[in-house]
């Protein structure tokens, strides 16, 4: 593969695409945008039945031009002066014709691309985890920006463009063998010239777009990554690799534009060049002709302008070859996100659960391994089945599996053997969006929008009312924190929730779990962000929550699961003790000795 000057190679492409991606090398990549045109087919028809007019109007001006000149020495001025009104009726149509053309086209490529944008995003919005360790969150916003702005681009201006050059070649071409058989036989002895370097060129055209595509995607995931941590990249005094690392790869983009740009600029120069020298010869043999008396001069200046309508057609259509052939590739890349395999996926007739939802939860000979660390079980033949409104809590080390039941459970991921059942049903056999409405959650990390805390709270619950937003926050002590904001719940939180610490992000995310009031709550490290104070005012709402309610805590402070019905003790994936806090302390093992760590330990440092 080709280096750049920073000696980087380009970025591979998504999994999957290597072979589709070697095998397209024209413009036939834009055929996958038929489905987004094809609700459009009326609008679609308009924008062609325009595009053609204004072509069979263009070509109708030498017509009159020819009648101007022929007659331009003829006794009869009135003659004359019909033949220029005809001229500038005609340039009216042409105006009309082609503004109409314009709004239809411009409209078509608006609406298109807006079709596509909603469906990739849809897309990807449903795509598992699993999807994501393969491919940057910066990636896909490229395609869903900067591809989409390419196939708008083409199917707002260009591809009409294109059409109407190759309208005006063919019917040029037909006029022009009307007017002089001879001088229309001279003409076509170039197009070979011609279509060699738009053949060649154009190959190496798209093929450096691709890459540049590729280099841009990939400089706008490592900015996306950086802007998302650029607290730890300030802390650690990373600002200058990282400043390092995007400016070689921006840079690296601009090689290969300029590359593509030189590319285009050479093919432009050639086409140009070889059509208008060739126009340039024939308008001097047909002048000697006209010196002969075989043509007048109104027969060779129409000659003349279709020549030029022809050698101009030419000329755009080998400069939007290169337009089209970016598209071409952006389509791809897009269609592969549209196309991606999601290793979960709906039932095609999925089962109902029965109501209402009790939350029984089972796990049956469960074994899993994440896609992205393939050699390491995270679980290992795991069998567990928690009752309706039992609370337990998962214990263990660090990369012992407790957070990967919690991910089961919600069916990020399917079991690499085994099956999980809620209520009796495995969860391969339900709708994720069925099933999930019925789980709450609070992560470790807790997600906070970038709108007000009323909204972030209401996430759990859209349709719950603001007292109901407000009763949860209560509930989850916060309120008091949402009052004091300068716009009390109508404050907007920033980007990742910003304006908040640690734990008045965990107390909303906990707010949002409480709203939505579900029969399985599931708590990752739910309080450990909290100080001694708030977790227990969180704490007293969480076990009030928990009434009723399947829980599941996964929690490496010990303190905040003494109370759980059963404590699941788990290390390495597996399950290797179960009980009460007092029972697995008596029976000695790893929670005995964790326990030691955490409380005397602990006690003794203090």
């Known amino acids: 593969m080709a280096r750049t000057r920073s000696g980087s190679t380009p970025p591979p492409p998504a999994p999957g695409a290597e072979e589709e991606r070697a095998a397209s090398r024209n413009i036939s990549g834009l055929e996958a945008l038929w489905p987004f045109l094809r609700p459009y087919r009326r609008l679609l028809a308009a924008a062609c039945l325009a595009l053609i007019f204004t072509a069979a109007v263009s070509l109708m001006l030498p017509l009159a031009v020819r009648r101007v000149v022929d007659n331009f020495r003829g006794q009869d001025g009135q003659l004359l002066d019909q033949y220029f009104l005809a001229a500038l009726g005609i340039a009216g149509l042409l105006a009309l014709g082609t503004g109409l053309r314009y709004a239809l086209v411009t409209r078509l490529g608006e609406r298109v691309v807006a079709d596509i944008r909603r469906a990739v995003f849809d897309r990807v919005t449903g795509m598992s985890p699993a999807f994501f360790e393969t491919i940057m969150t910066g990636e896909v916003l490229s395609r869903i920006t900067t591809d989409t702005t390419l196939i708008q681009s083409v199917l707002g201006s260009s591809a009409s463009i294109a059409l109407r050059n190759l309208l005006l070649f063919c019917g040029g071409l037909v006029l022009m063998l009307a007017t002089s058989a001879k001088l229309t036989g001279l003409v076509l002895l170039l197009v070979p010239a011609v279509l060699v370097p738009i053949l060649v060129l154009g190959r190496r055209l798209r093929r450096i777009s691709r890459e540049n595509q590729d280099w841009i995607a990939a400089s706008s995931g490592n900015a996306s990554e950086t802007l998302g941590a650029v607290q730890t990249v300030q802390a650690f005094t990373h600002e200058e690799h990282s400043r390092r690392r995007f400016a070689e790869m921006t840079e690296t983009a601009y090689d290969v534009s300029l590359r593509r740009i030189h590319t285009r600029a050479l093919l432009t120069v050639i086409v140009i060049f070889l059509v208008f020298s060739g126009v340039v010869g024939v308008l001097w043999i047909g002048a000697r002709d006209v010196r002969t008396g075989s043509m007048t001069e109104g027969m060779l200046v129409q000659f003349v302008i279709y020549s030029v309508i022809m050698a101009g057609s030419v000329a755009a259509l080998s400069e939007i070859w290169g337009e089209l052939q970016r598209a071409a590739g952006a389509t791809e890349r897009l269609v592969e996100l549209l196309n991606a395999t999601d290793k979960v996926q709906d039932p095609a007739a999925p089962q109902a659960l029965a109501q209402p939802v009790r939350g029984a939860i089972t796990f049956d000979a469960v074994s899993f391994t994440y896609p992205a660390r393939p050699d390491s079980a995270a679980l290992d033949n795991v069998s567990l089945r928690i009752a309706p409104g039992e609370t337990v809590a998962f214990v263990g080390p660090s990369g012992a599996g407790k957070t990967t039941i919690i991910q089961l459970i919600q069916r990020f991921y399917d079991p690499s053997s085994g099956t999980v059942l809620l209520d009796g049903v495995a969860l391969d056999q339900l709708a994720r969006s069925d099933f999930r409405q019925y789980l709450a959650m609070v992560p470790q990390d807790p997600v906070i929008f970038a709108s007000s805390a009323r909204d972030n709270i209401r996430f759990g619950r859209p349709g719950a009312s603001d007292a109901e937003v407000e009763a949860a926050a209560r509930a989850a002590a916060a309120h008091d924190f949402i009052s004091?904001?300068?716009?009390?719940?109508?404050?907007?939180?920033?980007?990742?929730?910003?304006?908040?610490?640690?734990?008045?992000?965990?107390?909303?995310?906990?707010?949002?779990?409480?709203?939505?009031?579900?029969?399985?709550?599931?708590?990752?490290?739910?309080?450990?962000?909290?100080?001694?104070?708030?977790?227990?005012?969180?704490?007293?709402?969480?076990?009030?929550?928990?009434?009723?309610r399947t829980t599941l805590i996964v929690a490496h402070r010990l303190a905040t699961v003494k109370k759980a019905d059963r404590i699941v003790v788990m290390d390495q994936g597996r399950i290797v003790a179960t009980g009460s806090h007092d029972d697995l302390v008596a029976e000695g093992g790893l929670y005995a000795r964790l326990a030691r760590l955490q409380f005397t330990d602990g006690i003794a440092a203090e």
């Open 484 to 548: 004091a904001l300068p716009q009390g719940y109508d404050s907007p939180l920033g980007e990742r929730g910003v304006m908040l610490s640690g734990g008045q992000k965990q107390r909303i995310a906990i707010a949002r779990a409480i709203l939505r009031d579900a029969p399985v709550l599931l708590l990752d490290e739910a309080t450990s962000a909290l100080d001694a104070e708030s977790e227990r005012l969180v704490q007293q709402a969480v076990d009030r929550l928990a009434q009723g």
